[in-house]
């Protein structure tokens, strides 16, 4: 039997990674389940190599696992990072190097020890860390009141390039900075970047301008996840904590498209590299696959767990998307109460059954109750009353 294609990879909350295989619906855990663990959970992902064969994700306690496609299994070695405190934001491989970014602001490309490692601190509640694909040496970073930067790997010891808050607003009050997402334009020098107060807005790092040449305001809400449309320029696609995710062109700075369906926040979106597809997930357990033109969603599968992030393949393989029909059998199998894995629980518990009052039942205890209030009523009147007490005369 051949072994499955998967189109899609998808990291879970509870340190489970998914393959799924979008033709056919379907999707298997790529570790073994026993090992799930919340404090273990997915927090990012990038592929080894060019060839996409291997699969590198990074744990909620600093270590990194590689799954490799071609073999179906994880490789031995356990990769653990240590250097500033929190969690994974980012993770990337720069020349058969590991680069990590961590939330103090650590920023890190790794070496054979600490002392061929190079060092970057990117400023404290650090959110994101962006590798510009086409210079592999220039990386993105950002963050809570914590601007833009740029950096140069093979010069790091300051910012190549440091963005500037934009201009007071109408009260004359300042706007408070909180970047979420960071991507580098195709062909030009160009950053497009993704913020918690509901901003996408364009940098040029070229002009004498340090501020955003462009500035976008998109619903109400934080802009979560952001992710570059491959088949054709300047425009990208966002996604925010309400479940709503929208097609934005960075020409005209409008809205194009708005799409919706989700349940809850989505985490992470991957726009497919040659075609017009684009994946997401989220907090909600599903994987929705879009057509950005038509906003239909081809495709629709219930994973169990919250899903942090994902990557989407290049590889042709199986067609990636399923038929109608395939979606709407997926969508009755999520609404037909699968359990999730962190709510297992919830079956070993005893249900109380209620009982109902009749109607009849209910008029007898309300008589009741009525004789019961007249009866206290009576012997309170039939009990002697006392004489008033009168006040003693002063002498």
Known sequence: MAAPM???????????????????????????????DREKGIC????????????????KNRQVLVYDIDTQSLE???????????????????????LTAVESGLVKLWGDDDENSIHIEAGKDLFCMEQNPQKSHIIGTGGKENELKLWDLQRHSEPVFKAKNVKNDWLNLRVPVWVMGVK??????KVVTSTGHHQVRVYDPQSSQRRPVLDIEVDEYPLTAISLR?????????????????????????????????????????????????????LDRHLRIHDIDSKE???????????????????????????KSEVQEIEAD?????????EDVWENLEQVQTKTVKKKEKEIIVKEHKEDRKRRKKKKSDQPKEAPMTAKKRK
Not at 46 to 55: A, R
Not at 76 to 98: C, W
């Open 6 to 36: 998967y189109n899609v990879f998808v990291g879970a909350e509870t340190g489970l990674l998914k393959g799924i295989t979008l033709k056919k619906a379907q999707w298997n855990n790529l570790n073994a389940i026993a090992s799930a």
């Open 44 to 59: 990012a992902m990038c592929w080894d190599n060019i060839d996409e064969s291997k699969v590198c994700f990074g744990l």
């Open 76 to 98: 031995d070695k356990i990769h653990t990072f240590d250097g500033g405190i929190g969690k994974f934001r980012a993770l990337a491989k720069v020349e058969g190097r590991y």
């Open 184 to 189: 580098f334009l195709p062909g030009s020098d």
């Open 230 to 282: 491959h088949d054709q320029d300047n425009q990208v696609l966002v996604g925010n904590t309400q479940g709503k995710m929208a097609l934005v062109d960075l020409r005209n700075g409008k809205v194009m498209q708005v799409y919706k369906g989700f349940a809850g926040g989505i985490r992470d979106i991957k726009c497919h590299p040659s075609k017009s597809l684009v994946a997401s997930c989220g």
């Open 297 to 323: 969603m081809v495709n629709k599968l219930y994973l169990k767990s919250r899903l942090n992030c994902l990557l989407f393949s290049s590889k042709e393989g199986e067609n990636v998307s399923g038929s």
């Open 334 to 342: 999520a609404e037909s109460g699968i359990e999730s894995d962190d």
